[in-house]
């Protein structure tokens, strides 16, 4: 029986990112495979389906979806009951509290890496950047750091620089947490 993961995730940029970061996180055991969708709408209505169609033996399940502005245990009762109507209860769903980009301020070490800016390290010790699924915009924080910041590029950049551990953002962690589980298992 094959180990591996399918990720369904709200837009094209999480896979860039979890493309070069997942190999970081998995043993040669394990394949994955990313299922980017076109947004909250197109991810929830390809949940139920894909998940009752899917028939592939040792398959673990991964939904992964920015908060934006919404309430984080509501986003993820609706996904949870999205999973039961796919007959799967077993999906691990992570919420990116805020945006993606939050998981990349929680290590601002691997964005001065990734864009080759020195000094952008040094701002991890500032009060927004120590609990960065805070920031209201995170994608603006970036954007603001970093003006070449371009959401795919960026996200595959950053799937090559972010490390497992250094990591300030707890929904980063709980991510990276979740998947380490399931390895151990």
């Known amino acids: 029986m094959s180990k591996k993961f ?35 709408s ?24 920015d908060q934006d502005s ?48 020195e000094k952008i390290a040094k701002l991890q010790v500032k009060e927004k950047y120590r609990d960065p699924d805070r920031l209201y915009n995170p994608s603006g924080e970036l954007k603001r750091l970093v003006p070449s910041y371009q959401k795919l590029s960026g996200a595959r950049a950053m799937g090559q620089h972010l490390d497992l551990k250094g990591n300030v953002s707890k929904s980063f962690n709980v991510f990276v947490r979740a998947i380490q589980n399931c390895i151990a298992e």
């Open 6 to 40: 399918i990720f369904l995730l709200e837009e094209p940029s999480m896979k860039e990112f979890l493309d070069g970061f997942l190999p970081k996180v998995l043993t040669s055991v394990w394949q994955w495979q990313c299922i980017p969708h076109q947004g909250k």
């Open 42 to 65: 197109d991810l929830e209505a390809s949940i139920p389906k894909k998940l009752r169609g899917w028939n592939e033996p040792g398959v673990k399940f991964i939904v992964v979806r």
């Open 70 to 117: 919404g309430n984080c245990k509501t986003i993820k009762n609706r996904l949870r009951t999205l999973c039961e109507e796919g007959r799967n209860t077993t999906v691990i769903i992570r919420i990116a509290c805020r945006e993606l980009e939050s998981w990349f301020l929680g290590n601002l070490q691997a964005v001065g890496n990734a864009f080759e800016i």
